[in-house]
């Protein structure tokens, strides 16, 4: 079982970036709460859409039930977003257990994904599923992003895992065995082949990016010129 805290719409062009944000947020609540990792989920770009650079929102995931903590994590997140406010920027930030996050919810996800949406909806929705959710200044737009990333994240089908175990650790090409030692479920080619060996090849200074696929984190690659290469999917 889960509580995901998202955020949304934290940057502006000279900042760095929400992923960057989520994964000091969440290395803040791993002090006190058991964090499984953080994802980004891609939204709507459209020219009626302000947004940084790639209009995305990230989810922070942790591995606990209940309700009794959630106003303590949503205070941690909170301070820390407001902490590295950026003039220019539009955050919005919600927490959530799993069970407050209904289709009605995943529904929004997914139509953020494809539609433009508005504040109003956004709010009325946190309010019917007794989910708090705050605009920390500016627009205030980022309550939008906030709300869908909370469906998109319950799915475990959507986006790709920024952080989870010690990937983050293991920059450029990385045998199969070390990747699943740092936290990878498994590792699939996109044409469907398990892969259970070898090397790897990834940018030199990136760390690979899994998927969340039905509970688990899945990393994809692609044969090219004879290499695993691995694949950074939306």
Not at 138 to 149: K, L, P
Not at 173 to 192: E, K
Not at 208 to 215: D, G, I, L
């Amino acid at each position: 079982m889960t509580i995901f805290v998202c955020m949304d719409d934290t940057d502006n062009l000279n900042s760095r970036g929400t992923g960057r944000l989520a994964r000091a947020v969440a290395e803040e609540l791993a002090k006190t709460y058991p964090v499984r990792g953080v994802t980004r989920h891609q939204l709507y770009v459209h020219p009626d859409i302000p947004y940084t650079s790639h209009n995305s929102c990230g989810v922070i995931h942790i591995n606990m039930d209940g309700y009794e903590h959630l106003d303590d994590i949503f205070e941690i997140a909170r301070e820390e977003m407001l902490d590295d406010f950026i003039d220019g920027s539009d955050p919005g930030l919600s927490v959530a257990n799993h069970e407050q996050i209904k289709p009605s919810l995943i529904a929004f996800g997914k139509d953020a994904q494809q539609l433009v949406l508005t504040q109003e909806k956004a709010r009325t929705l946190a309010k019917n599923l007794k989910i708090r959710l705050e605009g920390l200044g500016g627009t205030e737009d980022g309550v939008i992003g906030s709300m869908a990333g909370l469906g998109l994240a319950l799915t475990s089908n959507d986006g790709r895992f920024l952080q989870i175990g010690s990937i983050r650790e293991l920059i450029g090409p990385q045998t199969v065995s070390a990747l699943i030692n740092a936290g990878i479920d498994d590792i699939y080619t996109l044409d469907g082949r398990r892969v259970t060996s070898g090397t790897i090849w990834n940018e030199e200074t990136k760390s690979v990016k899994p998927c969340p696929v039905n509970e688990k984190a899945i990393l994809f690659v692609e044969e090219v010129d004879g290499e695993l290469r691995a694949v950074k999917r939306n």
